[in-house]
Nanobody, 111 residues
Framework: VQLQAYGGGLVQPGGSLRLACVAS????????IGWFRQVPGKEREGVSC????????YYSDSVKGRFTISRDNAKNTLYLQMNSLKPEDTAVYYC?????WGQGTQVTVSS
């Protein structure tokens, strides 16, 4: 059972990135799953999650309207499209569910 997150990088304020989280060893479609982020010295923050039962989604107030979570069940992959990025979005981003945590991918928003 494994989750691997990809797609982080350095982007200017106002830019976009798409993170991907590939699941292996289990069927992603059967589980709730979410994206979290953490800045050194601060608590981990829940960013967004996707429900397996009704397809519902949740976003933290800090990202609502700018980030979009989605799934590609055929690829067993979760995505996080991040638009209008701000310096305060800088963090290590993780995907996780009840079975596993991904290894994290660094997102840096800076000019």
């Amino acid at each position: 059972v494994q989750l691997q997150a990809y797609g982080g990088g350095l982007v200017q304020p106002g830019g976009s990135l798409r993170l991907a989280c590939v699941a292996s060893g289990f069927t992603l479609d059967f589980y709730n799953i979410g994206w979290f982020r953490q800045v050194p010295g601060k608590e981990r923050e829940g960013v967004s999650c996707s429900s397996d039962s009704d397809g519902g989604t949740y976003y933290s107030d800090s990202v609502k309207g700018r980030f979009t979570i989605s799934r590609d069940n055929a690829k067993n992959t979760l995505y996080l499209q991040m638009n209008s990025l701000k310096p305060e979005d800088t963090a290590v981003y993780y995907c996780a569910n009840l079975l596993a945590w991904g290894q994290g991918t660094q997102v840096t928003v800076s000019s």
